[in-house]
């Protein structure tokens, strides 16, 4: 849901509605900026009936010199010093008014000028042909310190994995749950061993329907990737009682995918993908997404993918050639407002430079999530001179450690430009930092990806026609022409666009700070942050300056202009 509000003395702005974040575009006219000291957010549930100040972390020396660790602050005494902001605790299908504030003045006596109302509703959880449901995706948080006490899951237990699924896990369980006797549940799954979701399908069967499942087992043979997880597989499948309904795929190099189809009647219905692997880390810990769709056309191409699966191929002309004639990159024409992309595909690599075009294609604004650095594509998209506002969230700088120091050489050059923002996952690493708790930096031993797992692209997510790229692949060229593979390409669909939009801004925001916190650290040469002097809120009018600066380093100008300018409804 999209709101734009004005109170007609110069505070304007957006406000953007997903499942679990309202984000807030917010602007200033210069005749209301001299003595302005940040904005005071107040919100009314009005499906719950209360009424609250959100809290904020920073405060200003004069009034609050010496907060407790881990403490908040009510924003009406302590605001927000920026021009986006976000409230990542509301809740689904819930209707809000917020009031915003524009605060002057003494930091001890601070002033409401200026005030702006804007009524919201929360989207449901599932839509009538896209649903996302993303996993709390930082497990590196204060929220989760507060909480549990940095405490592992599986120490403190079902309480701790419900709040880090955030819905992802139950919502999978709920999808499987629909298939009774007449229905059958195909799946093909790279990593295949949490208990509960293995569980979930032993239950489906049970109760009477087909469960086929292709994991990769890769590696058994000892001539494939033997550091894959098909041993663990294996293990899980054993354990769980379902090694008739499941079946191992031996051939090819990875098969990554991670997707269920619903069928009834022997008709598909609708598909379960995304990036989420069934593991602890997977579910609970980086990033993640599972994406419903709800379209038989999209449901029968994904069980004709499944179908050349289920023959075990190899990595050959055939089988790529099946890939490429079932899913053309892009269509041609590209009619259907949803398509998908499977993988293996030609060496030429077409759906890739599909997947650039349609990222260098952005009038307005890009954003997409890497989990293993920027491909050198995407490098020529994000090098582009020009106005358009560019975002990627990354887990490490680098695809691999041969290419580490050109990988990271490139990240430093196209980070100066002025459009262009970048951050990589990090943690806050000791409890002696400023006001901070130490933050957890995993909840497994060995992870491969600590942070950032999701692979999305958004492509003016805020416009009439927004585009939205999601699925199983890395946007790299092994995720082309070896891995098997499944992406979604979307247009149109503002509603999934705002939810990815806001889940994106969420852990875009979580992550900034953090390295920026790495960055001071590598410069100081420091291991820990015991110098890091405490961040207050300014008390003059200097911190407006970027966001009011066309020339501005870190794109808070075009940030500004972006998230508070005209929208599609």
């Not at 819905?167 to 061993?193: K, M, N, T």
């Not at 191992?248 to 609708?270: C, L, R, V, W």
């Amino acid at each position: 849901m999209r709101k734009p509000f004005n109170n007609h003395h110069g505070l304007t702005g957006n406000a953007i509605a997903g499942i679990h974040v309202v984000f807030f575009g917010l602007d200033l006219a210069q005749s209301a900026r001299p003595g302005f000291r940040g904005f005071a957010f107040q919100r009314a549930d009005h499906t719950e009936g209360d009424t609250v100040w959100l809290r904020g972390t920073k405060t200003f020396e004069k009034t609050k010199p010496h907060p407790a660790s881990g403490e908040t602050f009510s924003t009406r005494h302590h605001p927000v010093q920026s021009f986006q902001w976000a409230d990542y605790s509301v809740k689904p299908n819930h209707q809000y008014t917020y009031r915003i504030l524009a605060l002057y003045g003494d930091p001890a006596h601070l002033d409401p000028k200026h005030e702006a109302k804007v009524e919201v509703k929360t989207e449901v959880e599932t839509g009538l042909v896209h649903s996302a449901f993303f996993n709390r995706g930082s497990v590196a948080t204060q929220e989760y310190a507060h909480r549990f006490q940095n405490k592992p899951p599986n120490v403190v237990g079902p309480a701790a994995y419900d709040w880090l699924s955030r819905g992802l896990l139950e919502a999978l369980v709920v999808f499987l749950d629909r298939a009774g006797p007449g229905c059958s549940i195909h799946g093909a799954v790279y990593e295949f061993q949490w208990p509960s979701a293995l569980a979930a399908l032993n239950k489906v069967h049970q109760g009477g329907a087909e469960v086929k499942i292709l994991f990769d087992d890769i590696g058994s043979d000892g001539k494939g990737n033997a550091g894959g997880p098909w041993k663990k597989n294996r293990e899980a499948i054993a354990k769980a009682g379902i090694k008739p309904q499941c079946k191992g795929i031996t051939n090819g190099k990875i098969m990554h995918n991670k997707f269920f189809i619903f069928s009834q009647n022997g008709e598909p219905k609708a598909v379960w993908t995304g990036s989420t692997n069934l593991t602890e880390n997977g579910i609970f810990g980086h990033s993640n997404v599972g994406h419903i769709v709800e379209d038989p056309a999209i449901a029968r191409a994904f069980m004709d993918y499944w179908q050349r699966l289920d023959q075990d191929p190899k990595i050959d002309d055939a089988y790529r050639g099946a890939n490429v004639a079932s899913t053309p990159a892009p269509p041609n024409p590209w009619n259907s407002l949803t398509s998908a992309v499977f993988s293996p595909r030609r060496t030429d690599l077409d759906a890739l430079d599909w997947f650039a075009t349609l990222a260098g294609g952005a009038q307005q604004a890009l954003f997409m999530t890497f989990p293993f650095g920027i491909q050198e594509k995407f490098k020529a998209v994000y090098r582009q001179d020009d106005s358009v506002l560019r975002m990627a969230l990354l887990d490490q700088a680098f695809a691999s450690p041969k290419t580490q120091k050109q990988d990271e050489k490139d990240l430093l050059e196209i980070r100066k430009r002025p459009n262009v923002v970048l951050a990589i996952g990090n943690r806050i690493v000791t409890n002696s930092f400023d006001r901070w708790l130490a933050e957890l930096s995993k909840i497994v031993t060995a992870v491969n990806v600590p942070w950032v797992h999701t692979k999305y692209m958004l492509v003016d997510p805020l416009g009439a026609a927004p585009t939205v790229v999601t699925g199983s692949a890395n946007f790299s060229v092994a995720s082309t022409e070896t891995n098997d593979e499944n992406m979604l390409v979307i247009r149109g669909d503002k509603r999934i666009a705002d939810i990815y939009f806001g889940e994106f801004l969420r852990l875009y925001s979580h992550y900034a700070f953090r390295e920026a916190v790495k960055i001071y650290l590598d410069k100081k040469k420091k291991e820990t942050p015991d110098d890091w002097k405490p961040q207050y809120l300014i008390d003059n009018d200097s911190w407006m300056a970027p966001y009011f600066d066309q020339a501005d380093s870190s794109a808070r100008y075009l940030r500004r202009v972006y998230f508070a300018g005209p929208m599609a409804a």
